[in-house]
């Protein structure tokens, strides 16, 4: 969408449509821009955020987790973390919020074209995949097969448990688990990576898409690599602190490149480029 250069800090009003509790810590908020004709015009990619600002809060990047190819409403799934995600999760709907993008590099989804995609993710960082996934079934043609690798602390904690039934219901092969069972619960208990025990991808036509704590990450990350995934089959969201979101400010700077417009979606490939996987081992 253009811009001109005195308006790319200007938020622009967007109205609560409905929200979707996920968990007691995540709720999905579905807005819409109050101006009409700016709302209908509204584009994004899968893997893009908005900055989101809330009165006496400042302003946060909040990824989008809705896809595209349902335009008309934007989702944003948001984490209980701290002032104005707190804030947020107070809003009721008919409530207004201040929103500015869509920004950054989104996940290079022709490129994704016939490949199978294997999702894994943890806790919130479904967010930014589920609009890729959503994505995937609504062009279900041009993509191979899909699997969801999915951890949570606990069963409670679980969210995106409606989507995760529609995908199961569409042929999407989801996995769960969780770190610690509750009663009544029968199926997985552990660490995202046991769910990759019985997986085999037909590795020259696979991608891993992976978004969650970097704990997980790194261990997802030595189980794809063991499994022959090359650096260029893994993508990522990276999550830095940010400020301006436009690659003005450079807080989210990381050797040489800028999460906010450089990424946040980066390859692994890219990312062992950066001095960034060496401070994070
Ligand atoms: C590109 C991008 C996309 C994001 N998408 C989502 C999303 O879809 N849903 C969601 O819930 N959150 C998302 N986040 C994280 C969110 O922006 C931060 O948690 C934000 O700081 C929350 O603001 P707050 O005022 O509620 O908390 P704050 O008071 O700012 O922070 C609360 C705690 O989180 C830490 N923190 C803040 N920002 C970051 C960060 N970028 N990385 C690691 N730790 C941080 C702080 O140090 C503090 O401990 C995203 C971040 C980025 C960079």
Redesign the pocket.
């Known amino acids: 969408m253009p811009q001109t250069i005195t308006d790319i800090y200007l938020p622009r009003q967007a109205k609560v449509e409905q929200i979707e509790v996920e968990n007691s810590q995540?709720s999905t908020f579905v807005l819409a821009f109050c101006d009409h004709a700016y709302n209908d015009a509204f584009r994004y990619q899968p893997g893009q955020?908005m900055m989101v600002s809330m009165p006496h809060?400042?302003e946060?990047?909040?990824?989008?987790?809705s896809t595209p190819t349902r335009p008309g409403a934007i989702h944003?799934?948001?984490?209980?973390?701290?002032?104005?995600?707190?804030?947020?999760h107070g809003l009721r709907v008919g409530d207004t919020i201040g929103l500015r993008g869509p920004?950054?590099r989104p996940f290079p989804m022709e490129q994704l074209q016939k490949k199978d995609l294997l999702f894994v993710a943890g806790g919130?960082g479904l967010?930014?995949l589920r609009g890729v996934l959503d994505t995937c079934l609504d062009q279900r043609d041009q993509f191979g097969t899909l699997t969801v690798l999915y951890g949570s602390r606990t069963p409670s904690d679980i969210a995106f448990q409606t989507d995760l039934d529609m995908w199961r219901e569409k042929g999407v092969d989801c996995r769960l688990t969780v770190d610690a069972a509750e009663p009544g619960w029968d199926a997985q208990v552990g660490l995202v990576t046991s769910l990759m025990d019985g997986l085999h991808p037909k590795l020259e036509r696979s991608t891993a898409l992976i978004c969650g704590p970097p704990l997980m990450f790194r261990a997802v990350l030595g189980r794809l690599t063991a499994m022959g995934f090359r650096d260029e089959q893994v993508l990522t969201?990276?999550?830095?602190?940010?400020k301006c979101g436009v690659g003005i400010c450079r807080h989210?700077h990381m050797d040489g490149k800028l999460?906010?417009v450089d990424?946040?979606v980066f390859s692994l490939a890219e990312l062992r480029k950066l001095k960034i996987m060496e401070m994070e081992d």
């Open positions: 995540i955020f809060c400042g946060a990047p909040i990824s989008i987790s944003l799934s948001v984490r209980r973390a701290g002032k104005l995600t707190a804030a947020m920004y950054g919130i967010a930014p969201t990276m999550e830095r602190h940010m989210c999460a906010c990424g946040p």
